[in-house]
């Protein structure tokens, strides 16, 4: 397994009890639906950039983002402290179902992005997970341009045509494509007060 087929489920935040558990924190939008989870590959911190399968015992959501996980070999506090901070990744192949007009960031990288009112504009390169909300990166005129990932902003993708149809913002564009200038921003000569 690589990590080019796979997508990060979340991570472990620390072992949890004497027994192996640990806590997991999940990036998904319903928990409940990986009870039955069977494995997970995992990242550990001491072996990044390679993947270990690892047989999930028992997943018992805490939240809407955390769980407690207990997998297979791992019975001892000391076996699931080498876990903290290990990512865990999911293959592709297993991302569950999307509904109409939703779609998962990768599955639109490459697609041309279509404005309702400019046309064709650049190509989705991709996304970037910030905190304060996930954005779109897509190349116009030279410039990378950063698109907010808001309903209201990107309105669907058109599978058979790799299109992304967008509706930006009047000025999102000039923001990108104007140079600030240096001469309202900063005075022509220093006068002490």
């Not at 997970?40 to 950039?49: C, N, Y």
């Not at 769980?67 to 019975?75: E, M, N, P, R, S």
Request: hydrophobic share 40%; with cysteine.
């Amino acid at each position: 397994m690589t990590f080019d087929d796979c997508y990060e489920l979340g991570s472990v935040v620390k072992p949890h009890g004497l027994k192996g558990f640990v806590v997991a924190a999940f990036d998904v939008d319903n928990l409940d639906e990986y009870r039955k989870l069977k494995s997970v590959w995992v990242e550990l911190p001491t072996a990044l950039g390679k993947l270990t399968e690892f047989t999930v015992e028992k997943l018992q959501p805490q939240s809407n983002e955390r769980a407690l996980v207990k997998f297979k070999g791992i019975d001892r506090i000391e076996e699931a402290e080498p876990l903290r901070n290990a990512k865990l990744w999911r293959p592709l192949t297993e991302l569950p179902d999307l509904q109409d007009d939703q779609f998962y960031f990768h599955d639109v990288i490459g697609y041309t992005v279509v404005d309702e009112q400019l046309g064709e504009l650049g190509t989705v390169e991709t996304f970037y997970e910030l905190p304060q909300q996930d954005v779109l990166s897509m190349r116009y005129k030279g410039q990378e341009i950063l698109i907010p990932v808001a309903n209201e902003l990107i309105l669907h993708a058109d599978q058979s045509a790799r299109k992304l149809h967008v509706n930006l913002p009047e000025g999102l564009l000039e923001v990108y494509l104007t140079p600030a200038s240096r001469e309202r921003d900063e005075p022509d000569e220093f006068v002490e007060p």
